[in-house]
C-alpha cells in the first residue's frame, strides 16, 4: 500500500477545509459536493463508494487524516485555537447521524467515519448525541470490534493504535461499561496491556491504561474520567454566560436552551446574550 505524508500546509490551502471536505473522505457521495476535489487529484483517486475492503477502509481513513493534519497544520502556523472547534462542531451538527451510520455498516475497527467522529468528541453535539437512543450500543460495538480485529491492529502504526483506543476510551467514559460483552471485555482487558509495552512514552500506552483503568473500575482512573465527563458535558449542563457556573435558573427551574444548536444552555437571557458573540460561531442547526 502507498504510503501518504500529508502536504505541506499552506494558509491559503487550510482554509479550504470545510466541514463537507472532511466528511467528503469518508463518503465519496457527499465529496461531489466538496470544495476539496483538488486534493482528490493530488493522491491519485479515493475508493469507490461500494468497495468496504480493509484495503479501501484503510486508504480513507489516510486520506481523512492527511487532509485533517494539512489543516491542523495551518492552525498551528496561524494560531486561531477555537476554529478547530467551529470546523468540528459543524461536522457533528450537519454529519453525526450519517456519519454514525457509516460507522455501523463498515466492519473494520478502524474506520474513516470512526475516525472523524473521534474528531468531534470534545463538541457538545457529539455529547448529547452519545445520549440519545440513536446511540444505544455504539460503545459495545467498538468494543467488539477491537476484541475481534485484535490481531489485525497490532500491525498498525502506534498513531493508528492511539487514535482507535482514545475513541474507545471516551465511548467508555461518556457511556460506561455495561453494554461491552463480557467476553469482549476479557479479551481487551487480557490484550490491551500488550500496547502499554509496546508504546512507551506514546499515547497508545496511555489509552490503553485508561480504558483498563474504566474496565478495571480502577478508583483513580474512575476519578479522573469522571472529570472529563463533567468537562464534556459542561455545555449541556452549566450556564454557558462568562464566568457563570449555574447549572439551573435562579427560580431552580431548568436551564434555558440555545433553541438553534439544542448543545448550549443558559440561567438567563442575560448570559445568552453575553454568550453570542463567541457562540454564534459553534452555533449549527443540527441534523437529530
Ligand atoms: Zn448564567
Ligand atoms: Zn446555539
Known sequence: MPTLVAPQATIEEYKNVTAESLVGWVSPSLLETARAKSLQAEFGGIPDADDISDEAEMRRVKLLNAQASSYLLGLVQQQPKPAQMLIYSEVAAKYLPELVRLWRERPQAQNAAAELLNTTTTTAYFV???????????????????????????????????????????????????????????????????????????????????????????????????????????????????????????????????????SAVYCSVEHQKAAWASHKKICFSPAF
Open 128 to 262: 448529547r448525541y452519545m445520549r440519545s437512543p440513536a446511540a444505544a450500543g455504539l460503545v459495545g460495538m467498538q468494543a467488539k470490534r477491537i476484541a475481534e480485529q485484535f490481531d489485525t491492529i497490532a500491525t498498525y502504526t502506534a498513531d493508528d493504535v492511539a487514535s482507535l483506543g482514545q475513541f474507545l476510551s471516551t465511548l467508555l467514559l461518556l457511556q460506561g461499561d455495561e453494554e461491552v460483552e463480557t467476553r469482549d471485555k476479557e479479551i481487551l482487558v487480557r490484550r490491551m496491556p500488550e500496547w502499554q509495552t509496546k508504546y512507551p512514552g506514546r499515547l497508545a500506552k496511555e489509552v490503553a491504561e485508561r480504558c483498563l483503568g474504566i474496565f478495571r473500575e480502577e478508583q483513580m482512573m474512575m476519578f479522573m474520567t469522571g472529570q472529563m465527563k463533567k468537562m464534556l458535558s459542561a455545555s449541556l449542563e452549566k450556564c454557558g454566560g462568562p464566568g457563570c457556573t449555574k447549572m439551573t435558573r435562579q427560580d431552580g427551574t431548568e436551564l434555558l436552551q440555545c433553541s438553534r444548536c439544542k
